[in-house]
Every structure is written in structure tokens, then in C-alpha cells.
């Protein structure tokens, strides 16, 4: 069973930083893509990053409004993607999901309907 487990919200200030994990389970495929995602209350839930995992090589996408404050990784020995959110605003305040999708493919890279599974959550509070 495939299972995708976020850590690492909490409440920060305007201007500091959090780290996201998450943690894939249950599932062995070669060449897949992670993606965070996020929504607020009252809105659509939107792309924020994601990462291509594969035996050779990975690359990495942004939405426009995290450029230049948030990086993705991945540590493949320990099968968990990270987002590292630096310098951040009150408007990015949300839930924060992790999903996998089975294929890489450059088109429709934060599309949440083409993710195959998701996590729960983790909160992300910034305070102003």
C-alpha cells in the first residue's frame, strides 16, 4: 500500500523558515514525480513544487509565488522528498500536501488531478 506521511508545519513568523518531510511507502517504482501542494481555507489547492525521483537524475519545478524562497529535495536512500520554505509570508499559510505521481512528464507538473496518491497534511501557520 502506498503511503505518503507529511511532518514538519507549525506556526512561524513572517520571515522565518520550516522544513517539510515527506515519507513514501509501499511502493517500488523506478521513475515517479513527488509534488507539495497546498490549499487555504476557501481555495483551490494549488502546485507549490515537485521532483522528479529516478535512477540517474531528478529536476525540479516551481510555482511562480515560491521562486527563489522554497527548494525541494529528495534523499532517495530514505525514500522522503523535502521542501525547505524559507522567507515566508502570511500568505503561505495553508495545509501542505505531499502526492506521487507515476510518471515524470513535463506537462501538467503541478496539476493536483494528475497525482495518483496524497498524503494527509501537515499545517503551515505564519503569523504576520
Known amino acids: 500500500e502506498v503511503q505518503l506521511v507529511e511532518s514538519g508545519g507549525g506556526l512561524v513568523q513572517t520571515g522565518g523558515s520550516l522544513r517539510l518531510s515527506c515519507a513514501a511507502s509501499?511502493?517500488?517504482?523506478?521513475?515517479?514525480?513527488i509534488g507539495w501542494f497546498r490549499q487555504a481555507p476557501g481555495k483551490e489547492r494549488e502546485g507549490v513544487s515537485c521532483i522528479t525521483i529516478t535512477s540517474s537524475d531528478g529536476s525540479t519545478y516551481y510555482a511562480d509565488s515560491v521562486k527563489g524562497r522554497f527548494t525541494i529535495s529528495s534523499d532517495n536512500a530514505k525514500n522522503t522528498v523535502y521542501l525547505q520554505m524559507n522567507s515566508l509570508k502570511p500568505e503561505d499559510t495553508a495545509v501542505y500536501y505531499c502526492?506521487?505521481?507515476?510518471?515524470?512528464?513535463?506537462?501538467?507538473?503541478?496539476?493536483?488531478?494528475?497525482?495518483?496518491?496524497w498524503g494527509q497534511g501537515t499545517q503551515v501557520t505564519v503569523s504576520s
Open positions: 509501499g511502493f517500488t517504482f523506478d521513475d515517479y514525480t
Open positions: 502526492a506521487l505521481r507515476l510518471i515524470i512528464s513535463r506537462r501538467g507538473q503541478l496539476v493536483p488531478s494528475l497525482y495518483n496518491y
